[in-house]
């Protein structure tokens, strides 16, 4: 899209967030993840409790352990706001809200309607994260499959037995 083509319809808020803060904040989730996969100590003092589920429900989503929260959420957000320029409290709350929306929709136990739009747009889905579940070290994104993608961490949902995917 072009950026001047909506101009003064969207709010700067609005741009910084998806230009800027959204993909960086992604990445260090991303990051922080992957980080917590592969150094057995952090995983096991953060992260191995919301593993201990191999099917997520979205009320897991609710189950939050305060380390892994404090570090898979709340570092990344606060490193944002200070790094990026143009981070305010807009900002911050409309990619929070929207962020544990799709952190519980993706823990579900169920195909939302917009799964297939997500998973042709590259967008993590309640499969891809599923995934995760049985493979740990697998689809670390929860927004962006693209990440995994790069860095070859992606398994295609479909390429598994246990999971079935309803098109």
């Known amino acids: 899209l072009y950026p001047g083509a909506l101009g003064a319809l969207v709010p700067q808020s ?5 230009c800027t803060i959204h993909p960086f904040l992604l990445f260090l989730m991303w990051i922080i993840h992957y980080v917590q996969h592969h150094w057995r ?4 003092k953060t992260h191995s409790v919301h593993h201990t589920i191999k099917s997520p ?3 897991v989503a609710l189950t939050g352990y305060l380390p892994d929260t404090c570090l898979l959420i709340l570092v990344p957000l606060h490193a944002t706001i200070a790094i990026i320029p143009g981070a ?10 929207g962020s544990l929306f799709h952190l ?3 823990h579900s136990e169920f195909q939302h309607l917009w799964d297939p739009l997500f998973r042709a747009l590259g967008i993590a889905n309640s499969y891809d994260h599923h995934v995760h579940h049985l493979q740990p070290r697998k689809n670390l994104a929860h927004f962006f499959v693209i990440l995994d993608k790069a860095f070859g961490t992606y398994c ?6 246990k ?4 098109e």
Not at 14 to 18: D, G
Not at 88 to 97: A, E, K, Q, R, Y
Not at 156 to 161: E, G, I, K, N, Y
Not at 163 to 166: C, G, H, L, R, S
């Open 14 to 18: 609005v741009k910084t967030l998806t």
């Open 156 to 161: 295609d949902p479909a390429t598994l037995r």
């Open 57 to 59: 429900t979205m009320i």
């Open 163 to 166: 999971i079935v995917i309803n």
């Open 88 to 97: 305010n409290f807009l900002t911050v709350f409309l990619f929070s809200v």
């Open 41 to 44: 100590w952090l995983y096991y």
């Open 104 to 106: 519980h929709c993706i």
